[in-house]
């Protein structure tokens, strides 16, 4: 085992392709056997489902060199059950979850010379993603899928590492009471395009949406779920229409039964924004990314936190789950799997 030749601590979150990428299709009402191929290129029909009617729903997840050198994942079972809901909502067919995780372990494994090194900052981002492959015109769902995983080292997802980020109040908004907003589809990513464009354009690092159906309580940004710190209390968005993130449910857990901090998870007005300590996004991505001001229209919340460092609970959060994931930390029952 070589690893590859990279400036692990200079990456970003951008594409960079690896060797082996894993592929299983689904034609009259069954999954083939999957296997790991060499081509990144897909040649797909030109009326394919995915092309016409954005039929995708896709995952994210993490793998990880441990302090002991071994290689991880992180609760891959739970991005399997998140995949099996977003595809029963877009009406597709599940990729059974034994077969999930096999084959993320199988994948990470042929790559594992991208998987970057222990202390570096960066991992070995993985993708797992199904689609409606065959034409379709009238708008119904196809009738062949396929599976993919591709993997991609990254660094950190919001540039400048763990500086506080300034974020703003969406001007749109991201999904709609009874919608697709809780489960992850491309075409919640594709609508957040052009919000996104306009964020960063306005010296903005994410968006913050609010619920579209009174534009009164916060939701979650465009890649990340919400969490804020109140006193002894972690604070956090009970909606049906934000994604469950894996991160934040870990982080619930995270706060109770490591750090001794009350759990609230439930509607937070928009108005309660000031009167709290620590705010971070969080997501496979985002790990936990710091906020240090959000703005609404011209009113300006500045988390006591301030501008340059995390707050000093967001902090504990992020040492102990980073610690949990990196294998310095002994991990809740099932939270680790090794990829052998
Ligand atoms: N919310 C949205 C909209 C996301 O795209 C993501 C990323 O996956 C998350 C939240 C975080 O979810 P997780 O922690 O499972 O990666
Ligand atoms: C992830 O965190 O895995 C995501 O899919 C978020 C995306 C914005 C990169």
């Known amino acids: 085992m070589a690893k590859k030749d990279l400036d692990w601590g200079s990456l970003g979150f951008s594409y960079i392709q690896t060797d082996k990428r894993y592929v299983s299709r689904y034609k009259d009402g069954a999954w083939d056997n999957g296997a790991l191929i060499d081509d990144p290129f897909i040649q797909m029909h030109e009326c394919a ?27 891959p079972d739970l991005n399997a059950e998140r995949l099996a809901q977003s595809a029963a909502r877009l009406e597709m067919p599940v990729f059974p979850k034994e077969r999930f995780i096999d084959a993320v372990k199988q994948v990470v494994k042929a790559n594992e010379d991208w998987v970057p090194p222990y202390g570096s900052g960066a991992t070995l981002y993985v993708r797992p993603y199904l689609y409606g492959s065959n034409p379709v015109i009238g708008v119904k769902p196809a009738e062949e899928y396929e599976f993919r995983i591709l ?14 980020l300034t974020i703003k109040i969406a001007d749109f908004d991201r999904a709609a009471p009874r919608g697709t907003g809780h489960i992850k589809a491309g075409l919640n990513y594709a609508m957040s395009l052009h919000a996104i464009v306009q964020a960063h354009a306005q010296g903005f690092a994410e968006n913050l949406y609010p619920d579209s159906a009174t534009r009164t309580k916060v939701e979650e940004t465009g890649g990340a779920n919400i969490i804020f710190i109140k006193g002894n209390k972690f604070v956090t968005v009970g909606s049906p229409t934000i994604l469950p993130s894996i991160t934040r449910r870990s982080l619930e857990y995270v ?58 609970t967001i902090q504990k959060l992020y040492d102990t789950l980073t610690g949990i994931q990196m294998g310095r930390i002994e991990a809740p029952e099932g939270w680790i799997v090794p990829v052998e």
Do not use: W
Request: aromatic share 10%.
């Open 151 to 164: 993997t991609t080292p990254v660094g950190p997802y919001f540039k400048g590492g763990a500086k506080p």
């Open 49 to 75: 489902c995915v092309l016409q009617y954005a039929q995708t729903v896709f995952e994210g997840l993490k793998a990880y060199e441990t302090v002991n050198g071994q290689i991880v994942t992180f609760r």
């Open 255 to 312: 706060a109770e039964h490591y750090l001794g901090l009350e759990v609230e998870e439930r509607d937070i007005p928009l108005t309660e924004l000031p009167e709290f300590d620590e705010c971070g996004l969080c997501g496979t991505a985002a790990v936990i990314s710091p906020v240090g001001k959000i703005c609404n229209g011209d009113q300006e919340i500045c988390f006591p936190s301030g501008m340059e460092k995390m707050g000093p």
